[in-house]
Nanobody, 117 residues
Framework: QVQLVESGGGLVQAGGSLRLSCAGS????????MNWFRQAPGKKREFVAGISANGIITSYADSVKGRFTISRDNAKNTMYLQMSSLKPEDTAVYYC??????????WGQGTQVTVSS
């Protein structure tokens, strides 16, 4: 069973940048499509970005297009989210997710991102 651990969150001023990492365990890391989601206080968890198993296909929520970049390094079992031009509305707990089966997903524990105005 794959396990995911996020890191890289923190407090940043509006307009700043952060890079989140999601480290996965297991030898089949490169077999899974993966995603970043986020959940702000009082709001539903929402999709942020996704990447295919081989890293070739990516997708983004409209709210982050042009500011966030998702990538992965399968040799290091790690996925990344480079976040730039951060806004206060980007404040949330960010979660990584692995699509390990047709109906099975694995989630990390989350990392807090706070953007001050």
């Amino acid at each position: 069973q794959v396990q995911l651990v996020e890191s890289g969150g923190g407090l940043v001023q509006a307009g700043g940048s952060l890079r989140l990492s999601c480290a996965g365990s297991g030898r089949t890391f490169s077999s899974y499509g993966m995603n970043w989601f986020r959940q702000a206080p009082g709001k539903k968890r929402e999709f942020v970005a996704g990447i295919s198993a081989n890293g070739i296909i990516t997708s983004y929520a409209d709210s982050v297009k042009g500011r966030f970049t998702i990538s992965r390094d399968n040799a290091k079992n790690t996925m990344y989210l480079q976040m730039s031009s951060l806004k206060p509305e980007d404040t949330a707990v960010y979660y990584c997710n692995a699509e390990v089966g047709a109906t099975q997903e694995v989630w990390g524990q989350g990392t807090q991102v706070t953007v001050s105005s």
